[in-house]
């Protein structure tokens, strides 16, 4: 997948400037696809030259003018191509993995030490996740909003997104786990 199908994908919440984007994607899209604020800009010129979206620039009073970015016919029309490809496979490039597969012969105390962050991190998302699904929800249940919302995609990556998060918190409190009695069971044995 590529950032233009992420951002596509995104502009169909409805017009939204560089920022707005930039903050969505921390807020929503970051569960799935994560793009710096640069490379988010550089792709929507990318994307404005080639048609896909347009942009529209907005007069604003003691703070620079913006742009407001949208959908045109043809971003549509790729992203509907889009989603009518398969995607590729998945894969997971993650350096705490790496860290975790060597901790036999390197600094298991350092090791835990970035799982522990980890840990930090993933509980934050999930509450930030959990905010964000509040508000998705506005008081209804979630069949409720399955039913009635007109879109319903930022709500299912969304509790993927969720998923992931939690998953990486059961890991990382079983791996600190083995890690401790492993470390106990070494002690003792000395």
């Not at 949208?70 to 790496?98: H, I, K, N, Q, W």
């Not at 509450?127 to 209804?140: K, Q, S, T, Y």
């Amino acid at each position: 997948m590529s950032l233009r199908n992420a951002v596509l994908a995104t502009l169909l919440e409805g017009e939204a400037s560089g920022y707005d984007l930039s903050k969505s994607f921390d807020a929503g899209v970051a569960n799935f696809w994560m793009a710096t604020p640069q490379q988010l800009y550089r792709e929507l010129d990318r994307m404005a030259a080639e048609g896909l979206i347009q942009a529209r620039v907005v007069q604003q009073e003691r703070r620079p003018n913006k742009r407001l970015f949208s959908l045109t016919d043809a971003g549509r029309r790729a992203l509907y191509e889009f989603t009518a490809a398969p995607p590729r496979p998945g894969a997971m490039r993650e350096e705490l993995m790496v860290q975790v597969q060597a901790v036999d012969a390197g600094d298991v105390q350092a090791v835990m030490n970035a799982i522990r962050e980890r840990m930090t991190w993933a509980e934050s998302k999930i509450a930030r996740f959990e905010r964000i699904r509040a508000r998705f929800l506005d008081g209804r249940t979630e069949e409720e909003h399955l039913a009635t919302a007109d879109r319903i995609g930022p709500y299912l990556t969304l509790m993927r997104g969720l998923a992931f998060e939690r998953e990486n918190l059961r890991w990382c409190r079983e791996t600190l786990a083995i890690l401790d009695r492993r470390a106990e069971s070494r002690v003792r044995a000395e």
